[in-house]
């Protein structure tokens, strides 16, 4: 079994989340979260004065799949999500811990 992380920008999360809906997932979780990465920031106007946001809104998807399933899982994500523009988001394959071990 593995963890997925995918953060994304917020208003392709039901795209994303409508994409999954027939995958093989085992659980997900969704959070809003703030970030930055080569993105940095950016400017924006609040009555009449620009100012910096340094921290740009997110949403963090969280999925547990099977390790055979999770190329077909994080490849759904990328093709929905990807807009070809920077801030586009990260996906993160991680292993989950606390397993017991496999016997033969």
């Given amino acids: ?10 208003y392709l999360v039901e795209k994303v989340l409508e994409a999954l809906k027939y995958s093989p997932i085992e659980a997900c979780g969704v959070c809003e ?14 009555r009449g004065s620009e100012y910096s946001m340094a921290y740009l809104p997110k949403v963090e998807i969280t999925l547990w799949v099977e390790d055979p399933r999770v190329d077909e899982v ?5 093709e929905v999500a990807r807009t070809g523009r920077m801030g586009d988001g990260k996906i ?10 496999e016997t033969a």
């Fill in 1 to 10: 079994m593995k963890q997925i992380v995918a953060v994304v920008k917020p």
């Fill in 92 to 101: 993160f394959v991680l292993p989950t811990f606390g397993e017991p071990p």
């Fill in 33 to 46: 979260v703030k970030g930055y990465g080569r993105q940095k920031s950016y400017l924006d106007e609040y």
């Fill in 74 to 78: 994080a490849r759904t994500i990328v």
